[in-house]
Each structure stands twice: as C-alpha cells, then as structure tokens.
C-alpha cells in the first residue's frame, strides 16, 4: 500500500517538474540551467524532456487552471522572481489544487467513495 506522500512524490511532483522542464526549454534555457532553477540536476532534466520521467497522467496537464499556474510559475522561474521557497510554494499550493480537484484519486490507495484524507493530511 503506497501512502498519500509516495503519491504525491511519485505521481504529483515529478509531473510538475516535467512541465516546468518542457516550458523552460521552450523559452531557450539549458538543460543545466533548467537543472538549477527547479534544484535538481541535469540528468533528470533530460529524463523529462524525454517523457522517461514525470509522464504519469494526473490530469494536471489537462486542467486550465493548473495550467494556467504552471505557466505563470514557469514565467516567474525564468525570469528569476522565485526563490527556493517561494518555488517550494508554488508547488505546494499546485498540489493542493490537484488533490482539490482530486486528480490523485486514481492513483492514491488511500482514495474511496467521498474521500477528502489528503486534504486533511497537508
């Protein structure tokens, strides 16, 4: 049995990272570049350029106004607006958002009929 946490790690996050990496290197930025402005490293930029990371479907990608944040949050770490914590925010306010529209059901073992534990939990 997975736990909410893992679901989030494994199915929220890297989608998040996913598309932040796809809309920095649209706007021109290095892979190492993108590497240091989301705090990871080059090798898993690639992996997410390359659809071998972070392709799990929350429906994240689909939701206008996830992507609607998603793009303004991409806007705001190529331009150097973000700090590590306000990107450590970002994401989490993403994340609430994803479990208020409960796209985690799917995936979350925790999940049942009228379910709201990971908006208890975080």
Same mark, same amino acid.
């Given at each position: 049995?997975?736990?909410?946490c893992e679901t989030v790690v494994q199915d929220v996050l890297p989608v998040i990272r996913a598309i932040l990496a796809k809309k920095l290197s649209e706007r021109g930025f290095t892979q190492e570049e993108t590497a240091r402005k &989301? +705090?990871?490293t080059q090798p898993a930029i690639s992996q997410y350029l390359r659809n071998l990371r972070g392709v799990r479907k929350t429906g994240l990608e689909r939701d206008p106004e996830l992507a609607?944040? &998603?793009? &303004?949050?991409? +806007?705001a770490v190529a331009s150097g607006t973000v700090d590590? &914590?306000?990107l450590s925010k970002a994401f989490c306010e993403i994340c609430k958002k994803v479990r208020e529209k409960k796209l985690i059901c799917s995936s979350c073992s925790l999940s049942g009929k009228g379910c709201d534990v990971c908006l208890e939990l975080c």
């Open positions: 049995m997975k736990t909410f &989301l +705090g990871t609607e944040r &998603l793009e &303004l949050l991409a +806007g590590h &914590l306000s």
